[in-house]
């Protein structure tokens, strides 16, 4: 994949130091966040695509950070830019069309947008691995699954076959595939999706990994199998002290993985703070429309709100919020300038002039102003 890094870039921070998403956390104060170096720090990230004449800013300055152990959970509706965040860490985007055009991608200090094809080929599949969403079309149609894990075994462990078949069954059994010997014999069809995904969870685990991507692995399951795979990578990345870079676009998945959430629109972080606190108390009115998005349990007349409008093209990308069109706390001053991440209150930060007070809920229609406590208009907007 092209790599053409702007001037901008030497502006960045280090990729070892820490950034503005890198605060908060639900399980280690900000202390210790500072004293545990990150596994992955993405400053200021530009993937474009080059299609004619037009230029799809598809990650728009993204910055990410991921201690080991932590899993952060990147949310956002299809087509805001998570997956091609991801693909640009580890150089999957498909060159041409992709370049990435600035920033810095550090794991474990180490930029790799400087770093060789050759380098990029160690860490991949190595210490960095990749869970796919689709598993039938991430495990080849013509070999068994244990040949499969195997082979990426061998990839990066010098293993003769029968010490790599071995750890391959370990694998599956690790993953809590029954019956590993006869899985291994088995191709990818004849497998149910829930254990193709563990298999595909088995590969990623294969060279002991330091940063998991796991790009939105639960999707095409049903609701049981899901909640096992992600007990499952719950588990193991606890165990094995793994960093989780985990990409859904369910608020729910979210709840029961990620330490820290970063939501993402039109490629760029509008909103990031742990858990806890995005889920109870957002700041970003886009992440509260994501949140009354999802179902509760034991509420069946509930009101679920769907975001009104759609994403802008991110050819032709507004000034100011790109969020402004859908938004029902917009002012004239959304719509212009440059609006900054920042810091709103206790962990949380977001990219909104006027964000949403702890607790504040939007009004189920998104033309009617939210109005203060003595039931006066905010912003000045009639009710």
Not at 96 to 120: C, M, Q, Y
Not at 121 to 128: H, I
């Amino acid at each position: 994949m092209d790599r053409t890094e702007t001037s901008a870039a030497a502006d960045l921070p280090p990729c070892g130091g820490d950034a503005r998403q890198g605060r908060g956390g639900s399980s280690r104060s900000d202390k210790d966040d500072q004293s545990v170096h990150p596994t992955l720090a993405v400053r200021g990230l530009e993937t474009q695509f080059h299609i004619g004449q037009s230029v799809y800013r598809a990650s728009n300055g993204v910055d990410l950070t991921i201690r080991p152990g932590e899993c952060l959970g990147l949310v956002g509706e299809s087509g805001s830019g998570k997956s091609v965040t991801a693909m640009s860490i580890m150089g999957l985007v498909p060159s041409p069309p992709g370049v990435i055009a600035g920033g810095r991608i550090g794991f474990k200090g180490e930029d790799l947008t400087d770093a060789s094809n050759a380098r990029i080929r160690q860490l991949r599949g190595g210490a960095v691995s990749h869970v796919f969403q689709d598993p039938l079309a991430t495990l080849h149609p013509l070999f068994s699954v244990g040949d499969q894990i195997v082979e990426a075994i061998r990839a990066h462990q010098s293993l003769s076959t029968r010490e790599a078949d071995a750890k391959a069954r370990d694998l599956l059994d690790l993953v809590r595939v029954p019956n590993a010997a006869q899985r291994m014999k088995a191709l990818p069809h004849e497998l149910s999706g829930g254990l193709r995904q563990r298999v595909s969870i088995a590969m990623a685990l294969a060279n002991d990994p330091e940063l998991i991507i796991a790009d939105e692995p639960t999707t095409a399951l049903d609701v049981t199998v899901q909640a096992e795979v992600l007990r499952l990578l719950d588990g193991l990345r606890r165990d094995r002290n793994t960093a989780v870079l985990f990409i859904t676009h369910d608020f729910g998945v979210v709840s029961e993985i990620a330490d820290r959430v970063a939501v993402m629109y039109a490629g760029r972080i509008v909103e990031t703070g742990p858990t806890a606190e995005i889920l109870t108390r957002p700041a970003h009115p886009y992440t509260r429309m994501l949140i009354d998005c999802v179902p509760v349990m034991g509420e069946p007349g509930r009101r679920l709100d769907a975001v009104p409008g759609r994403p802008p093209a991110v050819n032709r990308l507004p000034a100011g919020c790109a969020f402004a069109d859908r938004c029902p706390r917009v002012e004239s001053d959304c719509r212009r300038g440059e609006i900054p991440l920042e810091e709103k209150r206790g962990n949380l930060e977001a990219r909104c002039l006027h964000p949403l007070e702890a607790g504040e809920a939007l009004s189920g229609d998104v033309r009617t102003a939210a109005t203060t406590s003595d039931g006066t208009p905010r912003h000045g907007r009639s009710a």
